[in-house]
């Protein structure tokens, strides 16, 4: 160990700073880390050797990595980190659902669920602390927004979530598809939110296909229109009301994208996607709200044209929420119209209820709950 790196070893203060400094290379794309590699006068090659051993063996340790030269561990190990976030609580649900809460280096948490089905195991994974679009039904909306993730917080979850879940070594414990649903509007941290989905799409790393990764939004139109340039993947809308009066109360965002907007979003967002691609539709199921034969009609109408998967979500009470779940005999009934018009439809099954683990419960430590009565201060819709 060189002097400098004793002084700092035996000095928590410049630890700090030497941390603040450094990059952290979980946050790296492959051309970012070709970028960094360079920048330090390696060869490119140099990036899809550091991404195996990060992403693919879970190397947090320079040292380890054997197939490069000593000298240059070295210097990693002085400029550059692979930080994690800190795994504040760990919680398995009776139905094999897993969820995190994830402490943040500035002290905020956040959450992340893995998802067991016969066939897959989805991460839901978050993109924001808290959310500015304050939609009325989701608890995270209530927190008002804090910050966006960087890429390396984003990625940090789908590291840990790999890792914990090949430590338990039981089959079928494996990540196959991860949706952007968990905390935060996605699309109103775009590049980051980017960013992590090649990485999760890149062969050294995660290697999911497009059709496994799912950016979810409660239709922020114009980040709408640069996902369609940027990049292929699954795109999945909050829906949830099928005309604008119901909308405008339910996902406020609506009264700057009203529905006609967000509908000829969705079509050219299909447009730029090759042919065999549709949209997910996300529709929370709330009693006496949105859930009435008129309302699957306007549905049908609404999407006519647009290649549509639509997802039924019952209701997920939170205390205070002012809402309660739609009837079995609604659900039901709503998803016999939708059927019989054509359209694909499917009733989410509620998962991990007894973590708190289902859709739109996620909401970080108690004590950031304090930030609801904040929320009408923060930005609201950051982006333009
Ligand atoms: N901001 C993005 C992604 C996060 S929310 C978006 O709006 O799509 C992920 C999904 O959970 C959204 O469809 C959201 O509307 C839904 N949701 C939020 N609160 C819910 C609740 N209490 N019960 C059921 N679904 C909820």
Sequence with gaps: MSEV???????????????????NLLGLDRAGLETFFESIGEKKFRATQVMKWIHQLGVTDFQEMNNLSK???NQLAETSCIQNLQVTKDMLSTDGTRKWLLQLSDGNHIEAVFIPEDDRGTLCVSSQVGCA??????????????????????????????????EEKKPGRKITNVVMMGMGEPLLNFDNTITAVRIMMDDFAYGLSKRRVTVSTAGVVPAMDRLGDTLDM????????????????????????????????CRRFIDKQNSRSRI???????????????????LIKLLKGIPTLMNLIPFNPFEGSGYRTSSKNAVSRFREILHNSGMTTVVRKTRGEDI?????????????????????????????
């Design 5 to 23: 790196q004793q002084q700092i070893e035996a000095n928590p203060t410049l630890q700090a700073v030497v941390k603040t400094n450094a990059t």
């Design 71 to 73: 000298d240059l561990r």
């Design 133 to 166: 679009l304050d939609c009325s039904f989701c608890s995270t909306g209530r927190q008002g927004f804090n910050r966006n993730l960087t890429t390396a917080e984003i990625i940090s979850q789908v590291w840990l979530a790999a890792h914990l879940l090949e």
């Design 234 to 265: 699954r795109l999945a809308v909050s829906l949830h009301a099928s005309n604008d009066k119901l909308r405008d109360e339910l996902v406020p965002v609506n009264k700057k994208y009203p529905l006609k907007e967000l509908m000829a979003a």
């Design 280 to 298: 997910t539709f996300e529709y929370v199921m709330l009693d006496g709200i949105n859930d009435q034969p008129e309302h699957a009609r306007e």
């Design 356 to 384: 708190d683990a289902a859709c739109g419960q996620l909401a970080g430590k108690i004590e950031d709950k304090s930030r609801r009565h904040r929320r009408f201060e923060e930005p609201r819709f950051g982006m333009e």
